[in-house]
């Protein structure tokens, strides 16, 4: 790392994170003109989003290289009263609350008071969307059964594809006006849509080229008043880039990487869509321009690294927008999800691995940051030295790169029904969605709650925390006199809570078509030009509303503890078990040692525990997988959980497979913590059980002990490991190379700690920043190994 | 036939080459003073106290140490694992205790591995008859074989055995042409000292394989066992060796031409 970017990274990580009003008052004011009221839905909002880059601050920061920022500098977040209105009470909590805060200025405040909440009340996306809702999903809502994703930030769940990296917006402008000169208003009802859509992406196209050529102006600006030589030919030839991208298509590496810069943060300020936004195959696009350059001697290794470290630090000074409600619980973190892809095959199916992969991965052991995420993409095809040298990143023990499954991920893709080329040219995303990058809209749309629906089933419908009768009758399990009974009544409860989530969903989808198109962003994905259609409102070529599914390890447990100990072995019956729940096992040690110790689980290898979990997944899959969307598109399910494993254990009374009430549940696929004693390769065998190739991406967290990594022999062994998973057709595993020792240090002095990084679940977070909840729960999951 | 077998170790990547399973089978010949499986020694399955912690709560139990499993459990046991051998060309390791005192059963197993095209490995003292020993290299790929003094006298001291019979097998695998990789614990103030080693080297060469040498530095990690299952612990004091005298070992045994590990 030479001066400039240990100067800028050091800048990037001691930015104070802060709420900025402009993006807020910009909007605020443009809703307000006379334009606003007399322009169709997607016209104003791209009219918004220009007047938002015409006028926000241009920041430029000492000694960078890629330049552009979402808020007056780095980490000052803008809001999106639009979206979410904060009340004066939200950004209260967000100054003064203990972990990942924001600070709010007085006169940030005195906006709100004074401009923008008054504007902006009754007229968020938000209040829309709880109008519309209808009590049972309320309910629910608030029983914990599920998230929803949508409630505060805007759909955005894509990744751009390759198209961008050969196109300029004036490209793009050619390509509107061609299928505006084509609209046949005689023969087609939608003729009058398409065009404002059309018109509306124009207007986008205009606005982020303008905003490049305000940082030009600033930047020639900057030029003429720079003592420093070296930096004034600099400046010059940064201002002479924002010239021309991304009007026009980039032509070098620094082109490139600006160009996809002022993309990115076109599309995290036009909204704050979920998972900001990603490049995607940066390997793949980036290997043309380097190879070109570094052929013609005018780009060398480390001048590559140079402008990738800067760019790495441009995705570190954007937080993700801060929430507000029940999803600050659920995923309370800075990071906003932007994951790199590397490796994979290219759009011929042959291996993709080049000399940029191995840049990047240079890159990123060095940054060492968190933001931007990174994974590896792994083929049969690609070579085992490109895993190897990824593990001797993993070994280091920042969470990071994680590890994909491409010929899965494919299969995946082809299973929803997509082209082969596109599902090529696909990938991962935020922690582990599959999407084709380019071409498709995957939104998630929340986390199911698996193990509180069998909660509410064991209860006959009422939720045990509050009394509440949220679910169906489906009888009581204490006359059941078979285990498949209690299956059936668990598979009425599952269904009876998709349809209350899908018709959630199908409403939310509408809003969002209706009254938040988002023009800017439908100018990146494939085919919303070509159909004159919004992003949010099936223009992609592909739409897909992903659900979670949460505590796979968990509920398999709980069944079988049920089936073993109650059925199969009679060692406990339904009386007894109940009460020891009631009493939270308080006084039922024996019968709690009894479940926890002496009952099969899931994680070991053990047909008779992961028979469950293959039931528990066919329930959840035949719930939801191919019911139609409001786009064109389907439902399908995935399983992971980001954080909320933690919120939903917190409703969650105590359970038959020994946790105690309101304790995380288990993560993704990965076991309970503490409840997979066989090792690695034992966990993946259980994991490798249910059909990954039926979802959208599913969730492995594995513990190592930096020891077992110590040597070749380790390092190889991981490789074969990734391997073997990926031979049975796992879609994703991660690793977190910490010791428990390690973590409780850090929990007690966390000054001492403050650049411990640790995987979270599908997504690497500061230790410090993370609850104290979760930081136990990681604790718990990391001592009980024994590798 | 029953076996009886204490523990089953997945992902076990430092008994032999690859990503192995390692069966540890009960009952040992020998009574080594550093011993890090003491539980292993008595062939019979026993019972013994140990504290459940459960979030701070704990509770007496009773676990049983060793357990009996018949051929076909075993090797149904051992299959799960197959994608991994395959992967990694790992296999399965035995080890004990001494696995060729459960020689009958021990035997059966190793061949139905190799019916089904599985990696064997045997970890052994050595410690045993040598027409048991040729038998079953006859189903065994790999010998890990511990050499733990060259001094007759010094052996039987800390082991109870002597080893005439132990270089005499390793003798016997070696004209066999098996592969061998020898085991030695490195025991600071037992068998480090620079004529044990001189002896050892002296004692390698003459063989007409190259066996590699893994080296294996004491620690201290099985004694609370002793402590545990009621039993004399003798290495009260010593310490586990110094990382440079480490080196130094295995720098003479490099020098010799032997391919040499430490830790595996």
Known sequence: ?787 | MKGIIFDIKHYAIHDGPGIRQTVFMKGCPLGCWWCHNPESRAREPFSSQKTEKMDGRELQVTETIGKEYSVEELIQIIEKDQVFFEESGGGVTFSGGEPLLQFDFLLEVLHECKKRDIHTVVDTTGYVSQAKMERAAQYTDLFLYDLKHMDDALHRKYTGVGNELILDNLQLLDDLGKEIWVRYALIPGFNDQEENLLNMLAFLQKLKRQPKVSILPYHKIGSHKYHRFGLEYKMNGVEEPAKEYVDEVADLFSEAGYEVSVGG
């Open chain 1, 1 to 787: 790392m030479n001066e400039r970017i240990k100067k800028l990274r050091d800048q990037s990580q001691n930015a104070i994170p802060r709420i900025s009003a402009e993006r807020a008052l910009l909007v605020t004011e443009f809703y307000k003109s006379d334009r606003a009221q007399q322009v169709s839905v997607p016209v104003r909002r791209a009219l918004a989003f220009k007047y938002i880059l015409e006028h926000k601050k241009i920041c430029i920061n000492e000694g960078e290289l890629i330049v552009g920022e979402r808020g007056p500098e780095p980490k000052a977040v803008p809001t999106y009263p639009d979206i979410n209105l904060h009340s004066l009470q939200d950004l209260e909590i967000l100054d003064t609350r203990p972990k990942v805060w924001f600070r709010v200025d007085e006169e940030t405040k005195k906006a709100y008071e004074e401009i923008i909440i008054p504007f902006w009340t009754g007229k968020s996306n938000r209040e829309k969307i709880f109008e519309n809702l209808d009590q049972s999903w309320k309910d629910a809502y608030e029983a914990g059964v599920f998230t929803e994703f949508q409630e505060q930030r805007a759909p955005g769940h894509t990744v751009l594809g390759k198209k961008m990296f050969g196109k300029g917006f004036l490209d793009l402008k050619e390509d509107i006006a061609r299928e505006i000169g084509q609209l046949d208003f005689f023969n087609d009802p939608k003729a009058y849509n398409k065009r404002e859509e059309l018109k509306a992406m124009d207007i986008a196209a205009d606005a982020i080229i303008l905003f490049a050529e305000r940082y030009a102006e600033e930047l020639e600006k900057r030029a003429q008043e720079e003592p420093d030589a070296d930096r004034k030919i600099e400046l010059i030839q940064m201002a002479k880039i924002c010239r021309k991208v991304p009007a026009h298509a980039p032509e070098t590496f620094h082109e490139a990487l600006q160009h996809y810069w002022f993309i990115h943060v076109g599309v995290i300020t036009e909204v704050n869509p979920w998972d900001s936004f990603n490049p995607g195959r940066l390997d793949q696009h980036l290997m043309p321009f380097y190879e070109k350059e570094n052929q013609a001697g005018t780009l060398d290794e480390k001048q590559a690294k140079e402008l990738l470290s800067s760019f790495w630090i441009k995705f570190n000074n954007h937080p993700a927008p801060p929430k507000i409600g029940v999803t600050a619980k659920e995923s309370s973190t800075y990071t906003d999800f932007s994951l790199i892809n590397l490796g994979g095959v290219k759009e011929d199916g042959s291996d993709a691995v080049n000399e940029m992969t191995f840049i990047l991965l240079d890159v990123i052991e060095e940054m060492r940051l968190l933001q931007p995420s990174s994974m590896i993409q792994v083929s049969k095809k690609n070579p085992d030295r490109f895993i190897k040298r990824t593990a001797k990143i993993i070994k280091t023990g920042f969470g990071q790169p994680s590890v994909f499954n491409t010929d899965a991920i494919i299969q995946e893709l082809l299973n929803q029904g997509k082209d082969l080329t596109d599902a090529r040219n696909g990938g991962a995303s935020g922690c582990v969605e599959t999407g084709a990058f380019g071409t498709e809209s995957y939104i998630l749309t929340g986390y199911f709650n698996l193990t509180k629906i069998f909660e509410i089933t064991l209860h006959n419908g009422v939720d045990p925390m509050t009394g509440k009768q949220v679910g169906l009758n489906t009888g009581n399990v204490k006359e059941f006199t078979a285990f498949e009974q209690v299956l059936e009544a668990f598979q009425k409860q599952v269904k009876h809570f998709a349809d209350i989530k899908i018709k959630g969903n199908n409403i939310i989808d509408r809003i969002f078509a209706e009254n938040l198109p988002v023009p800017f962003l439908s100018l990146l994905i494939d085919d919303c030009i070509l159909k004159g259609k919004d992003y949010n409102n099936g223009g992609a070529r592909y739409n897909t509303s992903y659900i979670q599914g949460v505590g796979l390890g968990s509920l398999t447990d709980i069944l079988t503890s049920i089936k073993y100990n109650v059925f199969d072995e009679r060692k406990i019956n339904w009386n007894e078990l109940f009460s020891a729940m009631e009493q939270n096992f308080d006084g039922y040690d024996e019968l709690r040692n009894q479940l926890l110790n002496n009952t099969p689980k899931y994680g070991n290898d053990d047909d008779y525990a992961d028979k469950q979990a293959v039931d528990i997944f066919e329930i959840f899959y035949a719930a939801v997988d191919g019911r139609p969307n409001t786009k064109g598109g389907h439902f399908r399910i995935n399983m992971l959980p980001t954080t909320s494993h933690v919120y939903f254990g917190s409703v969650t009374g105590a359970t038959p497979d020994g946790r105690l009430a309101r304790r995380p549940l288990s993560e993704g696929i990965s076991p309970f913590q503490g409840a997979d004693r066989k090792g690695p390769s034992a966990v993946i065998k259980s994991a490798a059980k249910i059909d990954h190739l039926r979802t959208g991406g599913t969730l492995l967290n594995q513990k190592f002990t930096p020891s077992i990594l110590e040597d070749e022999k380790g390092l190889d062994s991981l490789v074969q490991l990734v391997r073997a998973y990926f031979r049975m057709d796992g879609h994703h595993i991660q690793f977190n190379v910490v010791t428990a020792d390690t973590l409780r240090k850090a929990q007690k002095h966390p000054e001492d700690y403050k650049d411990l990084i640790v995987r979270v679940a599908g997504y690497s977070d500061y230790f410090n920043d993370l609850g104290e909840d979760l930081q136990d729960e990681i604790i718990r999951r990391t001592e009980n190994e024994v590798f």
